[in-house]
Each structure stands twice: as C-alpha cells, then as structure tokens.
C-alpha cells in the first residue's frame, strides 16, 4: 500500500517536472553538472 502511494507520488512529481522542462530542465541539468564538476574537482584534490 505504502509503495503504490509512493509510486503515485513520484508519477505526479515526474509529470509536474515534464511540464516544467522548457525553461526549468537547462537550469536543472547545468546546475548537475556544475556539481559533478565540483565533486570531481574535490575527489582529484584529495587523491
């Protein structure tokens, strides 16, 4: 039961998400990549 509420839940979030791509997903993606970026950047900085 819990599992079926949780799939319903994300099937909205991704459907509100779908409809907020046009603007909102460059944004989105950039910002993920800038934290890859950083992530990467930190792990060559401690090895």
Excluded: H
């Amino acid at each position: 039961m819990y599992v079926v509420s949780y799939s319903v839940i994300s099937y909205q979030l991704s459907v509100i998400s779908y409809q907020l791509i046009p603007t909102y997903d460059l944004r989105l993606t950039t910002s993920q990549f800038m934290v890859l970026d950083i992530m990467e950047m930190l792990n060559g900085g401690l090895e």
